[in-house]
């Protein structure tokens, strides 16, 4: 069974700096596209970063030249980045696969804040 833990969120002020981990059971994060979501108060989640099997990246718009996604495929942890963090930033950050659907598994979550 999948199990997925977000961890490293909190609290910063606007230009700080997080690092998020995710850590998986098993070997999902070598063998699959993985990616990092995040949903604020009243909006949907939606994904900001992805990482492909082959290390190929992908960043939304809101957060490119900010963060960066990588993992440890040794460790089955994947990893984001999170710099210059801004107000609009602050969300709960979950990791999953790049092809996950609201109907899938879900771990907790880190909650990230981001005071201005």
């Known amino acids: 069974q999948v199990h997925l833990a977000e961890s490293g969120g909190g609290l910063v002020q606007a230009g700080g700096s997080l690092r998020l981990s995710c850590a998986a059971s098993?070997?999902?994060?070598?063998?699959?596209?993985m990616a990092w979501y995040r949903q604020a108060p009243g909006k949907q989640r939606l994904l900001v970063a992805a990482i492909t099997s082959r290390d190929f990246t992908y960043y939304a718009d809101s957060v490119k030249d900010r963060f960066t996604i990588s993992r440890d495929n040794a460790k089955n942890t994947m990893y984001l980045q999170m710099n210059s963090l801004k107000f609009e930033d602050t969300a709960v950050y979950y990791c999953n696969t790049l092809k996950a659907t609201p109907a899938d598994y879900w771990g907790q979550g880190t909650q990230v804040t981001v005071s201005a």
């Open positions: 098993g070997s999902i994060i070598s063998i699959n596209g």
